[in-house]
């Protein structure tokens, strides 16, 4: 996704409106409750900071957010939400985990990876970094941070056999890329109309 993503980047306004036309045509006339479900989306991520996001880094500011939290919840709040919600640009500010692709996903393979080993910078390109945390998680805190991600941001039903997916990305059982996110400029690296004949 992150090659498709860089290109579009390049696009203008009316070519990004008729792939947008385009994608509505072939998904055809949305039912009523994927049309609700992405009223909801937009209406969830229109603000720069959500209501009730943690963006400060002041440990008691944190300490009271997380009193009587779930486990999950609480997590989210003191180590996901001061990117993933506030309004620092990139490469800092994470995206918005309502419209990501990881918490609707088939199942937690995807976001697990992404949690325990991070994202790294763009060689010479500004893109959205993440840390892992692997050495900073244990298998139940990384499953109660998947669990609350998964009920908060995905529509999908709850996600089974999370502690194998857990167990077998920290084993290194399944060959695993870790790439960078796609840049944020879209004059560094993107590969230009007149250069795709």
């Known amino acids: ?18 792939v947008a036309m385009y994608i509505a045509d072939v998904l055809g006339t949305p039912s009523p409750e994927r049309a609700e479900r992405g009223r909801s989306v937009l209406e969830q991520t229109s603000g720069e900071v959500r209501k009730g996001a943690t963006t400060t880094s002041d440990s008691a500011a944190r300490s ?11 997590i989210y709040v003191t180590t996901c939400a001061p990117c993933h ?5 990139l490469p800092y500010g994470g995206i918005n985990l309502a419209r ?15 949690i325990l080993w991070g994202l790294p910078p763009s060689d010479g390109q500004r893109s959205p970094i993440m840390p892992g945390f692997n050495n900073a998680m244990t298998d139940d805190q990384v499953r109660a941070l998947l669990s609350y991600v998964r009920q908060r941001f995905g529509h999908g039903s709850t996600w089974t056999n999370i502690d194998q997916e857990i167990r077998d990305a920290r084993a290194g059982k399944f ?9 944020t400029d879209p004059t560094s690296g993107v590969i230009s109309q007149a250069e795709v004949r």
Request: hydrophobic residues 35%; negative net charge; proline residues 12%.
């Open 85 to 89: 919600e506030s309004s620092r640009p």
């Open 64 to 74: 009271e957010a997380t009193k009587e939290k779930p486990e999950g919840e609480a």
């Open 175 to 183: 060959e695993l890329g870790v790439y960078p996110a796609p840049a």
């Open 100 to 114: 990501s692709t990881g918490p609707n996903g088939p199942t937690a393979r995807n976001l697990v990876n992404v």
């Open 1 to 18: 996704m992150a090659p498709v993503v860089d290109n579009l980047n390049a696009l203008g306004d009316d070519d990004l409106s008729a």
